[in-house]
């Protein structure tokens, strides 16, 4: 059976690559992927501990945080279209209308 | 029995100005007989409460408890009582006037409705029971009469003499308001233990008190309070705005500016005689601006061609009698109250018959100008006539009331000479008594007397505003002699009701009563009545048909001194031109700069620094999401950071 370490680890790498992604990009598409590697590594820890703790409690979280998940993909890519048709672009530090 | 209806007074006159302002343009001739029907039951009834106290010279005093310590009542003493009859038979014939003098304009439902809230507060301020319910009522009838002045506010100088009569009344009433104030706090001080109902500012714990009050302090109060009445009373210097207050319709000056309101100043000294003997430094300036006003108003109607604005110098003269009357208490104690009521009574019998003729004139012959007049008498029998028995009461001839009431007056100012008071309100006041006769003449011959000056329009006035004349013109001529002994009598021995120690005020005051009797010359009887028939004959002599000299012989055109009676002694000039227009100009400027500068200011710096740190704090929410993750995450590094340093220190 594959240690538990090593699932913490892959799941800690891939919020880590997430997170680098979400800072350091500006494209709409690419932020809301980095989202989504983000929510990916906690539905991994959340079903690693619920296998190694003998839990099914943990997967049927995983499962309802994936649909969740894609109901606000659907909606985010909604909205990077519609923002593509006002603005024609998706680079969100151009969209600043609102701002100071 | 009658006395515990006395709050319907008022309170009827109150019923008639509701009924009149909602109802009254529905109603025939806008409601003005109810207006009439209210006073006249208030007549009535004033004068069932006198029959009532009158035989055993009782008063009436019924009083509630308002708030904290005031309280509203409602007291009939002689000097309340006889307010109130004339107040209410004066103001009924008014009224009935009105009723034809009106007759055919828009605003009439509005004329009776301020008309009767006028009446109400006129008597309500007579009978109240203290100073504070009386000041209320002196306000609502400032307000009537702004309202009244200002009753054809479409002309812009009716709308502009309304005001001024309200903002220079206001000089006098913040003087009042400060005199009760001063008062208020001097009896609070006493920490009197007062006695079940009563309350600190009505007028018998008022009297009860003057003896403890600091004597300087009663000077002062005695001196705010005559200040307000120098603003409703007219006297100099603010009787400015009454020769104004008469663009109000005729009535209206009849009413209001001639024998109701403009009393109530001397209501207000004969109110609080007690309090003005106790400081006769007070009494004396009443004295002195009362006479001084008698003269210096007279001489201003002397020169006037505007039939109303002769009247309006003559009450304001006749006001300074009545003031100069109360003042010369301070010689001869309470009996000058008696005296100076008995003029203000009289007085506005005349006085409201003198406006009402002339209004009668000014009725049929559409304008105001005596020059345009003459030979009135032809077509206005009754009028003419009336207005003769107004003017003989008013030059004092022989036997009329003006005769008993001024004389008196006259004879008061000789005996305050003769106790060395000072001779010189006596040469004003018999000065004034000269020139009352002649300017009430002239007034008289130009207008009725010799061949008509222009094309107006001859007709005689309605019986409805003829009977009033008739029923003012019999009292006018025969009220003086019958009730004179008894009037003096009854109203100047008003504060023995209160038990009030005229000696013991007099010791305050430092000065005694008791003075030797004074011999006086057989020329200082005469001279009234010479002053009276004097006057009579020199107008005659210069305006009648039996015109012996021209007035263009003694004066012209260029002559300085006419040019300045004409220009009221260039008080317009004063008063207006200089005082309002460049010194109260001048510092509303200055603190207009000081309410820009300093204080808007501080304001709009305070302001600034503000918006200027918030300008540059805004530029913190850059909006771009990276920015608030990096500082998120930021955050939530150093925090757990923390947290494990703070554990493994609690490990340690």
């Not at chain 2, 001196?223 to 020769?243: D, E, I, M, N, T």
């Not at chain 2, 006018?476 to 504060?495: E, H, I, K, T, W």
């Amino acid at each position: 059976m594959i240690p538990l370490v090593f699932y913490v680890l892959l799941a800690s790498a891939m919020f880590a690559i997430g997170l680098y992604g979400l800072l350091t990009q500006r494209n709409g598409i690419k932020l809301m992927m980095c989202i989504e590697i983000l929510l990916n590594s906690a539905i991994i820890n959340l079903v690693a501990f619920s296998a190694y703790l003998p839990n099914v409690n943990g997967q049927v979280f995983a499962l309802f945080a994936i649909a969740i998940a894609a109901a606000e993909a659907a909606i985010g890519f909604a909205i990077m279209i519609a923002l593509y048709r006002v603005h024609g672009t998706i680079e969100l530090d151009k969209i600043n209308a609102l701002r100071w | 029995m009658y006395q515990d209806y006395a709050y319907l007074i008022v309170g009827l006159p109150v019923l008639a100005f509701v009924l009149t302002i909602f109802l009254g343009w529905r109603l025939p001739k806008g409601g003005g007989f109810l207006t009439v029907l209210a006073t006249f039951a208030g007549f009535i009834l004033s004068f069932q409460i006198f029959r009532e106290i009158y035989p055993n010279n009782e008063i009436v005093h019924q009083s509630m408890h308002w708030f904290a310590s005031f309280n509203v009542g409602i007291l009939i003493d002689p000097l309340a009582i006889v307010m109130l009859l004339m107040v209410t038979f004066v103001c009924t014939l008014i009224h009935t006037y009105a009723l034809g003098y009106m007759e055919g304009d828009p605003g009439m439902a509005r004329y009776f409705a301020e008309a009767s809230l006028f009446t109400a507060a006129m008597l309500g301020l007579v009978f109240s029971d203290n100073l504070l319910q009386l000041f209320i009522f002196w306000e609502l009838v400032g307000l009537c009469s702004y309202l009244l002045i200002g009753f054809w506010y479409r002309k812009p100088s009716a709308a502009s003499a309304a005001k001024k009569a309200f903002l220079v009344t206001r000089v006098g009433d913040v003087m009042f308001l400060a005199g009760i104030v001063i008062l208020y706090t001097n009896m609070v001080k006493l920490n009197l233990v007062l006695p079940e109902g009563a309350y600190l500012l009505q007028f018998q714990t008022i009297y009860d008190s003057l003896a403890l009050i600091p004597p300087d302090q009663l000077t002062w109060i005695a001196l705010l309070l005559f200040g307000g009445a120098v603003g409703k009373s007219g006297q100099f210097p603010l009787h400015v705005w009454l020769p104004d207050a008469m663009e109000g319709p005729t009535t209206v000056s009849a009413m209001i500016h001639a024998a109701t309101m403009v009393t109530a100043g001397v209501y207000l000294v004969a109110r609080m005689f007690p309090l003005f003997y106790a400081a006769p430094d007070a009494l004396m300036v009443v004295a002195y601006i009362g006479a001084f006003t008698a003269l210096f108003a007279a001489t201003m109607g002397l020169v006037m061609f505007d039939i109303k604005r002769v009247l309006a110098y003559s009450t304001v003269s006749q006001l300074g009698y009545m003031m100069a009357g109360l003042g010369f208490g301070a010689a001869v104690g309470a009996t000058a109250v008696g005296v100076s009521m008995f003029h203000l009574i009289g007085h506005s019998f005349f006085k409201a018959l003198l406006f009402l003729c002339a209004g009668s004139v000014i009725h049929a012959v559409a304008t105001n100008d005596m020059r345009e007049m003459g030979g009135v008498l032809r077509s206005m029998k009754w009028t003419g006539l009336t207005m003769l028995a107004g003017s003989l009461a008013l030059a004092g001839f022989p036997l009329t009331t003006g005769f008993f009431s001024k004389d008196e007056i006259i004879i008061l100012a000789f005996e305050s000479g003769a106790f060395g008071f000072g001779w010189i309100p006596y040469l004003f006041v018999i000065l004034a008594a000269l020139l009352t006769a002649i300017y009430t003449f002239r007034l008289w011959f130009l207008t009725f007397d010799g061949e008509p000056r222009s094309d107006y329009h001859k007709h005689e006035s309605p019986w409805i505003m003829l009977g009033p004349l008739v029923v003012l013109a019999v009292f006018a001529l025969f009220m003086g002699m019958p009730s004179q002994g008894a009037f003096y009598d009854y109203v100047g021995n008003n504060f023995d009701h209160f038990g009030v120690d005229f000696e013991e005020l007099a010791y305050i005051g430092g000065h005694h009563v008791d003075h030797p009797y004074v011999q006086k010359p057989l020329i200082f009887w005469l001279l009234p009545i010479i002053a009276g028939v004097g006057g009579l004959i020199i107008a005659a002599l210069f305006y009648s048909r039996w015109k012996r000299f021209d007035p263009s012989m003694i004066t012209s055109e260029k002559d300085p001194i006419r040019k300045i009676l004409l220009k009221a002694y260039y008080q317009h000039e004063i008063y207006t031109l200089w005082f309002a227009e460049k010194v109260v100009y001048g510092l509303a400027l200055v603190s207009n700069m000081i309410d820009l500068k300093i204080i808007d200011g501080a304001v709009n710096k305070i302001s600034a620094v503000l918006v200027g740190v918030g300008g540059t704090l805004r530029k913190l929410q850059t909006g771009v999401i990276q920015n608030y993750i990096t500082a998120i995450v930021l955050g939530l590094a150093v925090l757990l950071i923390l947290i494990q340093l703070a554990t493994m220190e609690v490990a340690i």
